[in-house]
């Protein structure tokens, strides 16, 4: 680089130096003046400040004392709205609340409670607080009339045709068609909800009482109703009613057909619920919904039961009703009160009339009136089917007065099973029919005994409640021992437990049925009759065992039962032959002379006179006796004349043959008196006494 250059950088260099100078000194100049102006503005807001400050301060203060102003007229007025409270709200307490209209009385009622409130608070020695406390008492007792009277106007009984209408089929009926629903309009509802909500808010609780008695009269009326329509005699044919408005014939069926179709209904419910839990206790629907008891059998004790079933569902239905419609006027809060008040009566009533029906029936047992106990299994079946719906609607209280009632089916039917086994261990002789017995209480012809025929009858109708029976054995210490006893290689389910109590209860029953037997065989003199009448009994417990399930149940609990009656009755045969003893004794040839030519000694003459005397009293007097004895079954009386045949016949022939043409006598034919063919004859006779 030459000196020229470095000349010409120099100067540029000088250049943008003194050009850097000048602008420095320009913006020193600048920030001086921007301090002075900022100085001038601090200086002006100072005194700005020092001007404005206590006018602010002033203005605050006044502010201050506007607002305490305002607040203590704002308190005076409150202070004489209390004060004026009660001529303020008098005319509309006295109209009430028909007249002004629920909201503007609770509005006055509002009003007198803050004034009662202050007084309280600030000046309880006030006449004011008095007055105010007095018309809202008198306000609170109006509305709490007011209350009753509407609950009353819109609270009447239900007819019994409407309630049966719904019991039997608006079984599962929506809330619209529901008759509390219907009697209270939603406007009706909507006000009585207002009320309650009041009422409840300012702690007056007297609606609780008002309204659970009001609507406690209408169910037990409705109820009332209905047990009198069922005393009518109309009871049970009546026709259903919905069809009116549903487009369908009325219903024709029977109160017991009713009945079954509810239970049937439920059962399937149960059954449903079951099945998704895996669970197989419950049986074939069709047994949930039967008949009391056979038609041929029923009487009024079962058409009591029948119109106890009715009457619990009933109560069932109207309950259910009403705790929908609390739901639109009580207070959650207050709900199960007012609902355990409601209901107390109407379940006190159906409580005692199981009472009754059960004291009735134990009655009608110990008259051996033996349909009353079935009557009573199957009320404990169908009752059972209610007890979901009872712990679903029901308070704890509630449930347990309910479930008393099953409880209390449940010691009558334990109290039938056990009567019934006493009556067969100490039978007197008269039970469910009538029969022609001799004085001792038995037949007169060795027929089968009514004890006996009533015992199978019983036992048999006995399989339609296997379950309700054996929810009654299962309690009886001697029956689970043997049921622990039976089941503890094996799983089985409560229905195969059920059959197997009530398998040993059915066993338990045929001991005593034949030790009984056996005790009335003695009554007879007469020995065969003696065996013929213990052979019908056996043969006919055995028969109706196997056209019944009755076997298979027993055979359960003992698999030997058919061969060891079959043993007893070929026993009872074999004792029956031994009956001809002395008239096959008489016909021995074992220790009897032999004629010699047609002729034989003296002392033997005698001897062959006294045998076929003796042949002859013993046919003639079995003949007689035993014509009179009845063999029921057809083959088992066939086959008993067939023995005595081959039995008496191939030995008389032999004895007739030997000594018939011999002259042991001057007077033969006085000895001689039946030929082979005669015998047979009189021998066919037996057990027909048309002969």
Known sequence: MNAFEIESKLEKEKNEISLFKDRVEKYHELTSS??????????????????????YNVTKSLQQKQHNLEQTIAGLDTVLSHYGASQDTCNLIHLGPNECGIAAFLEALDKLK?????????????????????????GCETLNNYFK????????????????????IEEDSSNEDCPSMKQFAPTAREELGIITAWLDNNLRREYVQIYGDERSDVVSKSLQLLKDHQKSGSWGNEQLGRAKYRDVTPSKKTTSARLQSIFERKANKMLQKASQFGQTALRKNSVYGDTLVPEEYANDTDQDLEKYLVLLLGLQKLLLWERQLMKDIIPATRAGEVFSRLAQNSIEMVVR????????????????????????????????????????????????????????????????????????????GSNLMTTSTVGTGVPKDATVHELTSNAIWFVEHLQDHVDSIGSILINETSYIHILETLTSHKHFTQEQKNKILLGIY?????????????????????????QIFKLNNVHYILKSLQQSNLLDLISITETDT????????????????????????????????RPVNG???EKERQIVKDRFSTFNKELEEAVKIQRKITIPDVILREGIKRDNLENIIPAYNAFFELFHDLQFSKNVDKYVKYRTTDVTEKLNTLFDDTY
């Open 34 to 55: 921007m301090s002075t102006i900022l100085n001038s503005f601090e200086n002006r807001l100072g005194k700005l400040e020092t001007t404005i400050l206590p006018v």
């Open 562 to 593: 058919e061969s060891r009656y079959n043993k007893m009755i070929q026993e009872l045969k074999q004792a029956y032959h031994a009956s001809w003893g002395r008239l096959l004794g008489a016909l021995s040839l074992d220790d009897m002379p």
């Open 114 to 138: 803050k004034a009662k409130d202050y007084f309280l608070n600030y000046n309880d020695q006030s006449v004011e607080l008095q007055n105010v406390t007095s018309l809202y008492n008198t």
């Open 149 to 168: 009277t509407v609950v009353k106007k819109h609270s009447s009984p239900m007819r019994p045709v409407d309630l049966l209408d719904f019991i039997y």
């Open 353 to 428: 009339d199981a009472e009754n029906i059960t004291t009735k029936v134990l009655r009608n047992i110990a008259r051996k009136e033996w349909s009353a106990a079935l009557g009573i299994f199957s009320a404990l079946k169908h009752v059972t089917l209610l007890t979901p719906d009872i712990e679903k609607t029901y308070d704890q209280t509630q449930r347990q007065q309910l479930l008393n009632v099953l409880g209390k089916l449940q010691q009558t039917g334990a109290k039938a099973l056990e009567q019934f086994i006493e009556t067969v261990k100490g039978d007197s």
């Open 599 to 601: 002729k034989c000694k």
């Open 506 to 530: 059915v066993r338990k029953v045929l001991t005593e049925l034949n030790y009984t037997i056996v005790a009335k065989s003695d009554l007879y003199s007469d020995p065969a009759t003696k």
